[in-house]
């Protein structure tokens, strides 16, 4: 036994002894495989299991962090049932005939300025086609002109030639185009409850903000019978002469939206005839979208207030590209066409300085200029109103004489200019839209813990582990005070090594003194034979168990680092 003793090495070196320590305590039992293996077949499996282990875990994580990148949204749907019914919409409702021949005769004009003035609301892009050559259009131009100079002697000067003004009063008024109005089958004065305002295709009326102040906030009950009807005179005869694309047609067009959007009925609405009567059952669906900052598109406010001219000023994607290129007009003409005229501090542009600015080329370099470059996002709160159209035909016999009665206007009239609008809700609940995100920081951190745990059986108190490990082991290498204290670790043996030669020098001493007496004793008692001193004599097994208990002594703490290995030596 002490020769085997002799043969044992006590000295760790430093990173033989903190990786000792570490696999000893570490729940990462990938390394521990590998470090207490007993072979190198054993050892490079496990190295193997580990390595793919770790290279799918970085994977998994990198597929992980790649989609926390993308910034991945999901659309939550919910049907509501409101308790006390559904916001009524606002309606806007347009003749097609911007202006009533009667009221236009009143201001005494000739039929080239009536002409070059009915211009105004036509697109941007069909003035080239319009004026066909620059000679016509400086004719008009100087016939307005004359008109315009005429006309500003005849009035006092606050109440001078206003291109707006003329199309605001020559348009039709509310008596004239608005005979009847029922709402929730309640019989209403049509008047009370809309406003006059200038659109892109001319005056129009718009049912919102004073039925809410009536009391005609919502409709409880869904169906036509609660709804809003409308009985509409289009009034044809009233119709200017006009080669105008805008102009061609007859009837109304109207346009459900929310509250404080501005219309544009040249991109939206729906249209009704004369003879018919459309029934316009609405759906509402709202919607709501995360910011840009937030993983989302959307825009809640303006970027820039100061340049803001569309009133209200309540930020839509359609606001704001009205406002854009109303913003375009402005700064490159100096003024703005009739239908972008949002407020009275914008001048208005006469055709003729509208068809040069745009034919510009050192301003302008194509013909959809106007419509680019505005950088206009949709907002991150919008309400939708979805419009499923019917028509029928009207009127029967029965209504076709009350009307003729009540209007005192002939049937051929009635026929070729009346029409009814019903719009109502096509049920008492609406669909919401909610765009949330489909996974966050924490769902992200949550998954790769997961990955660490089924892949490389890892946790944070691992990660600790290893950084405790890597810590340790630097500043080993790196402070010589660290370094000693290990070697003197490694030497604490040392003393009850020398102890134990000692113990076997002294029980060598003993057994040879032992030996002698008992030769003499043997010669001078016939009795002590070799047989009985061999069965009497305790020195020696005294002196293994003195060396037994040295041995277990100085060998305790090489057992405990080992004990795996040998544990696992065994197994496998």
Request: aromatic content about 12%; proline content about 3%; charged content about 20%.
């Amino acid at each position: 036994m002490a020769t085997s003793f002799g043969k044992k090495s006590h000295h760790l070196h430093l990173g033989d002894y903190e990786a000792d320590m570490f696999t000893g305590i570490t729940t990462y039992h990938g390394l521990v495989r590998i470090y207490n293996s007993m072979n190198w077949l054993s050892r490079w499996f496990w190295i193997t299991v580990v390595v793919t282990s770790f290279s799918l875990f970085l994977l998994q994580a990198y597929q992980l962090l790649l989609m926390l990148d993308s910034k991945p949204t999901l659309t939550q749907i919910n049907f509501n049932i409101p308790k006390n019914g559904i916001v009524f919409p606002s309606i806007t409702i347009c003749n097609f005939n911007p202006t009533m021949k009667s009221k236009v005769a009143k201001y005494n004009m000739s039929e080239e300025v009536q002409e070059y003035i009915q211009t105004a609301y036509a697109e941007v892009e069909s003035l080239d086609d319009y004026f066909t050559n620059t000679t016509k259009l400086a004719y008009l131009h100087q016939k307005y002109t004359e008109y315009v100079s005429n006309y500003n002697l005849a009035h006092p000067a606050n109440e001078s030639w206003r291109l707006e003004k003329f199309f605001f009063d020559t348009g039709f008024t509310c008596n004239d185009m608005l005979l009847e109005c029922t709402f929730a089958g309640r019989t209403i004065n049509c008047c009370d409850y809309v406003t006059e305002v200038m659109t892109d295709i001319g005056k129009c009326f718009r049912f919102g903000g004073n039925i809410q102040q009536k009391s005609l906030l919502r409709q409880v009950i869904s169906g036509s019978s609660y709804g809003l009807h409308i009985l509409i005179d289009i009034q044809k005869n009233e119709t200017n002469a006009i080669d105008l694309l805008n102009y061609l047609d007859s009837g109304i067009k109207f346009y459900v939206h929310p509250d404080g959007i501005l219309p544009v009925l040249s991109s939206a609405g729906s249209a009704v005839s004369p003879g018919k009567k459309a029934y316009s059952a609405v759906s509402v669906r709202t919607i709501q979208l995360l910011e840009e900052d937030n993983w989302g598109v959307c825009q809640s406010d303006w970027d820039n207030p100061e340049e803001v001219l569309v009133h209200p000023n309540i930020y839509s994607n359609r606001n704001c590209e009205q406002n854009c290129i109303a913003n375009k007009f402005n700064q490159l003409c100096g003024c703005v066409p009739l239908k972008y005229q949002f407020n009275a501090n914008l001048t208005v542009c006469d055709p003729a300085t509208l068809y040069n600015c745009t034919n510009n080329k050192h301003l302008v370099d194509s013909e959809d200029y106007w419509y680019k470059q505005c950088d206009c996002t949709v907002e991150c709160d919008r309400v939708e109103y979805i419009v499923a159209v019917s028509y029928s035909a009207i009127p029967n016999d029965y209504s076709l004489a009350r009307l003729n009665g009540h209007y005192n206007r002939s049937k051929e009239y009635i026929k070729d200019n009346y029409l009814a609008l019903a719009v109502y809700m096509k049920e008492i609940a609406f669909e919401s839209h909610q765009q949330q995100k489909s996974i966050d920081r924490v769902a992200v951190l949550s998954d790769i813990g997961g990955s660490m745990g089924l892949f490389l059986g890892m946790s944070l108190i691992t990660l600790g582990e290893i950084f405790i490990f890597i810590f340790k082991l630097i500043w080993g290498l790196t402070h010589r005070r660290r370094k000693n204290e290990i070697e003197s670790r490694d030497h604490v043996g040392d003393p009850n090594k020398k102890h134990h030669e000692e113990d076997n020098e002294t029980t060598k001493d003993n057994q040879s003194s032992h030996k002698n007496n008992s030769d003499m004793n043997t010669a001078d008692n016939p009795n002590n034979s070799p047989a009985f001193i061999s069965h009497t004599s305790t020195p020696a097994p005294f002196a293994y168990n003195t060396h037994q208990t040295t041995f277990d002594g100085m060998e305790t703490q090489s057992r405990s680092r080992n004990i795996f290995k040998r544990l696992f030596s065994k197994q496998y």
